[in-house]
């Protein structure tokens, strides 16, 4: 089957009902998977490059080009098939805690005239 075929599928996901989904129900969910809805996050649940995204809003290509990773290294930390290096882990950390200031800091400048004057390569 081809990507275009499975695009063409008609979804199995109820919209509709995912909509209607409350916060009680989503406690009532997690209690009955046997999960502490009230639980406090743990470090590692915070730097979780998926929980940071979703919490961002953000699709894992944006998320990805903000980062300036390839999306399939961010699929990899997801997926947990791939373990994050020290300094992804300390840059997540970064986002999860300060996430206007990380992003505004790895917002990518399109043009050297977007660099303060006397800053490095802004004579380039």
């Known amino acids: 089957m081809t990507a275009d075929e499975v695009k ?4 199995k996901r109820d919209r509709a009902k995912i909509e209607a989904t ?4 989503i406690h009532r969910q997690m209690i009955e998977d046997g999960e502490n809805p009230d639980k406090e996050l743990s470090e590692k649940d915070i730097i979780s490059p998926w929980y940071i995204r979703k919490r961002l809003g953000m699709s894992q290509r944006e998320f990805a080009d903000t ?3 390839p999306v399939t290294a961010l699929r990899n930390w997801e997926q947990n098939r791939v373990a994050m290096e020290p300094a992804t882990i300390a840059l997540m950390r970064i986002v999860a805690r300060e996430p206007e200031a990380a992003l505004r800091a790895l917002r990518r400048r399109t043009a050297s005239s977007d660099l303060p004057a006397g800053s490095v390569g802004a004579s380039c």
């Open 8 to 11: 063409a599928r008609p979804s």
């Open 22 to 25: 409350t916060e009680q129900n």
């Open 67 to 69: 980062l300036g990773i």
